[in-house]
């Protein structure tokens, strides 16, 4: 099966000292928001994606329910990152749900599952009746 090709989102600009960078900014373990500046679009969907990774082992280190629902969990959590449209917000959330004990990881995984397959426009119809469309 062919590769889905990675679309690569859009950034805000800045000028540093003349040079024009991209930047976007995240949240880390901590909560706080960190920038990240490069000089090209695919150079900080790079740089976004091996953040989101570190943040996750962040998170793994702090985990202290099942290891193994919460690596399942979180791999699946970056795998549909990488191909759906990227939303950071969803994923910290999601992520810092892994580490809590208060959810079944399984649970924190279907609902990020089903997010951001509403976010990308592909979610399921569930209100209503998909033959004769009644509610």
């Known amino acids: 099966?062919?590769?889905?090709?990675?679309?690569v989102p859009e950034y805000g600009t800045v000028t540093r000292k003349g040079t024009l960078y991209y930047r976007t900014r995240i949240t880390d373990a901590d909560g706080k928001q960190v920038s990240l500046y490069a000089t090209t679009c695919e150079e900080l969907y790079e740089k976004q994606l091996e953040a989101h990774e570190a943040l996750a082992a962040a998170?793994?280190?702090?985990?202290?329910?099942?290891?193994?629902t919460y690596k399942a969990a979180m791999q699946s959590l970056l795998e549909l990152s990488k191909y759906l449209t990227p939303n950071d917000k969803l994923l910290y959330q999601s992520l810092r749900a892994l580490a809590?004990?208060?959810?079944d990881n399984r649970l924190v995984r279907?609902?990020?599952?089903?997010?951001?397959?509403?976010?990308n426009g592909e979610a399921p119809n569930v209100f209503s009746c998909l033959s004769c469309g009644s509610i």
């Open 1 to 7: 099966m062919a590769k889905k090709k990675q679309s």
């Open 59 to 68: 998170l793994l280190a702090q985990d202290s329910g099942n290891a193994e």
């Open 100 to 103: 809590s004990s208060a959810y």
């Open 110 to 119: 279907a609902v990020f599952e089903l997010k951001a397959l509403a976010v």
